[in-house]
């Protein structure tokens, strides 16, 4: 029998994950409460005579999702630990690199499923309505409506990837670790900040539809993490997770 390619082990590993979430829905239930939760509390706490509040709105899809995403890193890796589970996977036949790309498109996936229902509830508790905030504009817009709908969706696909990439690779480096909540607070939080700052600015400008040449490099600097965290996390983790 013929080993598995790269690409090939690294979905068997990511629909392996994913098929103990649709069994347990521990990761995908917890996160998704606490979002729904937060999301509410927050559209209550800064209501306002009913106008559109996109700075508001942003700050809390954003904030809601990174420590959705903290709660579902932990939970990830921790499966591995029992009996010995992360030792069968690391002697497998599989490129370490495959590991690291299946558990981060299983998190990725995972964090995708509870934004859906956060970022809808936001957008109707905070009257987020791109057509009508066109008037609002100072400077003429010239981009359409879907312009900016599909800006806001290209930052938020890639903040969630960096955010995957970036939790995976720290959640199997604390796998092992009595303290891991408190290495990913004092290393997670602090490396991921860019990529908050990007989301949440970027969000704010498209929900406001300000001119994308206003927004613009936020993209880019989103689309820059993307990159170097998929580099370090698939250059990283093989020395991370050896003995």
Not at 25 to 47: D, H, K, R
Not at 116 to 130: K, Y
Request: glycine share 8%; with cysteine.
């Amino acid at each position: 029998m013929s080993r598995p390619g790269a690409i090939a082990a690294a979905w068997e590993i990511c629909k392996k994950d994913v098929r103990i979430e649709r069994r347990t829905g521990e990761i995908t239930a917890t996160a998704g409460v606490f979002s729904i939760v937060v999301g509410f509390l927050s559209s209550m706490a800064f209501y306002v005579n009913d106008d559109t509040n996109a700075a508001t709105a942003a700050g809390t899809i954003w904030i809601t999702i990174f420590f959705a995403a903290v709660l579902s890193f932990g939970r990830v890796w921790q499966r591995e630990r029992d009996e010995s589970a992360l030792t069968g996977l690391l002697v497998a036949p599989v490129p370490r690199a495959s590991i690291f790309v299946g558990k981060a498109l299983a998190t990725f996936g995972m964090i995708m499923i509870v934004e859906i229902p956060l970022v809808l509830l936001c957008m109707l508790l905070f009257h987020v309505d791109f057509s009508a905030q066109a008037s609002t504009v100072a400077a003429p817009v010239k981009e359409p409506t879907s312009f900016h709908v599909s800006s806001f969706l290209a930052l938020l696909v890639m903040g969630t990837a960096s955010l995957s990439f970036v939790g995976t690779l720290f959640g199997a480096m604390t796998v092992r670790t009595r303290a891991r909540d408190l290495v990913l607070a004092i290393v997670l939080f602090p490396l991921l900040s860019p990529v908050l700052v990007c989301g949440v600015v970027g969000t704010r400008k498209a929900f406001e539809v300000q001119p994308f040449e206003s927004y613009s490099g936020f993209l880019g600097l989103m689309a820059m993490s993307v990159t170097l965290t998929a580099a370090l996390g698939i250059g990283l983790f093989g020395a991370l997770v050896d003995d």
